[in-house]
């Protein structure tokens, strides 16, 4: 069988004469068959995978074991994580990926290739991860941290830290999760990293500053090299989040005059689609400070916008921080009003913009108080602060270094 027609229109027959043919190729061990038949597996998984044929593939994964063992344990792992990959990568996996992942192991155990079984258990801690499963990630991320620092396996290392420090984000562990990240990107320093897996810690990276300092300028453009990575390795869901997530530093840091010069760039010119065309109609409501355009854009791309976490959290924010410099500028000429005037003014609901109020009051970020009675919002004009108050405190803390000097001299004239 030819490798090229296998590949062209697989059937099902072309699947069982492939099996057939590493079956009688097990005998021979010459390279170039290996070569060959290494070449077609991979050409035939790549085809079911574009044909989203999960089925087909993962049988592909369980009935190539037994041919492993004319290859050498290097061979034989690379093929089957690469074959693997391919499977999780699939949409229609999605609800088996794991049971094949664990069964893989299960396999990888029993014939001792304990390489292999590590590959494919980072590979499963990344599963946990995209299944929500944090606590099983973390404890997994654990144990094999502490096997492969004994090996010293360096690639490795860097995929499961970097798992680790997007769990600990996800579950809010912000410090762990920055701890995760420097150490992964220490290890990657001291071995070639593949364009995917920096771009991968880049991602990561942006995300943690955006989260942490609200450091939208350091975020973009780890970002912006993240979308390069992917872009060069032909990632296209992934270059379009990292897409969405520049927009998003650009929204959030008050630059929304720039998205347009962003979009139109070479690079980026040819994503498009509904999650930039999302990003977009938030782009214009948050440059008209318009927070009923901003909840008709949650309304309508609500599928684009609730699949990604991040960009729900600082959407949160921004329509947060909208609403505050909505408020600001409608109470500016009152002393006294009735929060029923202001969600009047605003069209919101009366106990929203109540709770709302109350946060800022809370924040500092508003002087006055909500009256219960009349349901109304008393406003006081700032008042300076008195600095007798603070002199003094400065004054006595400056003594207090005296009289300790005078102290330490007397104790040394005894």
Not at 294 to 308: G, I, N, R, T
Not at 351 to 371: A, N, V
Request: aromatic fraction near 6%; include cysteine.
């Amino acid at each position: 069988m030819a490798g090229a027609a296998c590949v062209a229109q697989p059937t099902n027959n072309d699947l069982q004469q492939l099996y057939h043919d590493l079956n009688s190729a097990k005998e021979r061990s010459d390279q170039e068959t290996i070569r060959k038949n290494e070449a077609k597996i991979i050409e035939l998984g790549e085809w079911l995978q574009k044909q989203g044929n999960a089925k087909e593939l993962g049988e592909l994964v369980k009935n190539v074991r037994p041919y492993l063992g004319s290859l050498s344990k290097a061979k034989a792992a690379r093929l089957v994580r690469t074959l693997v990959d391919l499977f999780l990568d699939m949409d229609s996996a999605i609800g088996v990926e794991v049971d094949l992942c664990k069964e893989c192991i299960q396999w990888a155990m029993e014939e001792k290739r304990t390489y292999l079984r590590q590959a494919l258990e980072a590979r499963l801690m990344a599963l946990y991860f995209d299944t929500n499963n944090y606590k099983e990630c973390l404890t997994l991320g654990q144990r094999l941290y502490s096997e492969l620092k004994k090996l010293d396996d360096k690639a490795l290392l860097v995929e499961i830290q970097l798992t680790e420090s997007k769990a600990y984000h996800s579950i809010g562990n912000l410090q762990n999760s920055r701890a995760a990240l420097t150490s992964a990107r220490t290890t990657a320093n001291a071995i070639y990293c593949p364009p995917r897996t920096q771009a991968n810690l880049d991602m990561q990276a942006g995300i943690l500053h955006a989260a942490e300092n609200k450091d939208w300028k350091t975020a973009f453009s780890y970002f912006y090299e993240a979308f390069e990575g992917f872009d060069s390795c032909d990632l296209k869901k992934k270059a379009v989040q990292n897409l969405r997530y520049m927009i998003m530093c650009k929204i959030m840091n008050n630059k929304e005059e720039e998205v347009s010069n962003l979009l139109t760039a070479k690079l980026a010119f040819k994503y498009k689609g509904p999650e930039i065309d999302a990003m977009k109609e938030i782009c214009q409501a948050s440059a008209d400070r318009d927070v009923h355009k901003l909840e008709a854009a949650f309304v309508k791309y609500q599928p684009q916008l609730s699949d990604d976490t991040v960009v729900q959290e600082h959407l949160v924010s921004l329509k947060s921080n909208l609403l505050e410099k909505n408020l600001m500028r409608l109470i500016e000429p009152y002393s006294r009003v009735e929060i029923s005037k202001i969600a009047k003014l605003i069209d919101l609901d009366e106990l929203e913009i109540e709770l709302k109020l109350s946060q800022m009051i809370l924040d500092k970020k508003l002087i006055g108080i909500l009256s219960q009675e009349d349901r109304a919002l008393q406003i006081f004009e700032p008042s300076e602060s008195d600095k007798v108050y603070e002199d003094s405190l400065e004054m006595i803390g400056a003594l207090e270094d005296v009289v300790a000097s005078l102290y330490k001299k007397a104790e040394k004239l005894k």
